[in-house]
Nanobody, 122 residues
């Protein structure tokens, strides 16, 4: 059972930045696609950013949700088993609980972190 632990959420002002971290309990980046998703109050969970499985720090195909393109960046540190989400030019509509995800559909595995709350004030 893979465990994902997010950190880095908190309160930020509009236009500011935050960096979220997601640390996995084992080495999984060559096996699992990693992603960040978010859920705002009263809304469905939506894709923020994903990166396909790859054993290198710079490899993998990255995809962003339309709402965050050009503002957010997903990256990973292989030795640290950690995926990051750098969030710049934050907007109040970025307020949500952000979840880290590790998935491998072929293996039927799908893991979620506990979520970290981000609140952006105007």
């Amino acid at each position: 059972q893979v465990q994902l632990v997010e950190s880095g959420g908190g309160l930020a002002q509009a236009g500011g930045s935050l960096t979220l971290s997601c640390t996995a309990s084992e080495t999984i980046f060559s096996v699992y696609n990693m992603g960040w998703f978010r859920q705002a109050p009263g809304k469905q969970r939506e894709l923020v950013a994903t990166i396909t499985k790859d054993g290198t720090t710079t490899g993998g195909i990255i995809r962003y949700g339309e709402a965050v393109k050009g503002r957010f960046t997903i990256s990973r540190d292989i030795p640290k088993n950690t995926v990051y989400l750098q969030m710049n030019t934050l907007k109040p509509e970025d307020t949500a609980v952000y979840y880290c995800n590790a998935a491998n559909r072929r293996l039927g595995r799908d893991y979620w972190g506990q979520g970290t709350r981000v609140t952006v004030s105007s």
